[in-house]
């Protein structure tokens, strides 16, 4: 059964920094292509952030790059999320996804179940 859980959030003043982590169980975690999404209240959920296997290639959504880092860690089977000089419209449940690259960023294989991330003004 694959499992992708989310841990890390909380809730963050404007301009204050937030790790998420993703454990992964389930599946070949170095053989699968990782991303980040977010859905706020009352949007859809939009793409953040993405990684290839080797962690050779990264991507990010406009509204994030410059201000976060997507990392992973093969050996432990765990996919990173670091947040920094965050704003209050990163408030958001934040979820991982798995897949293959070209299609990771659009339409990912499985989904964790996501952490919630807040943050103040």
């Known amino acids: 059964q694959v499992q992708l859980v989310e841990s890390g959030g909380g809730l963050v003043q404007a301009g204050g920094s937030l790790r998420l982590s993703c454990a992964v169980s389930g599946l070949t975690f170095s053989n699968r292509a990782m991303g980040w999404f977010r859905q706020a209240p009352g949007k859809e959920r939009e793409f953040v952030a993405a990684i290839t296997r080797s962690s050779g290639t990264t991507d990010y959504a406009d509204s994030v790059k410059g201000r976060f880092t997507i990392s992973r860690d093969n050996a432990k089977m765990t996919l990173y999320l670091q947040m920094n000089s965050l704003k209050p419209e990163d408030t958001a449940v934040y979820y991982c996804?798995?897949?293959?690259?070209?299609?990771?960023?659009?339409?990912?294989?499985?989904w964790g179940q996501g952490t919630q991330v807040t943050v103040s003004s």
């Open positions: 996804a798995a897949g293959a690259w070209f299609t990771v960023r659009t339409r990912p294989d499985y």
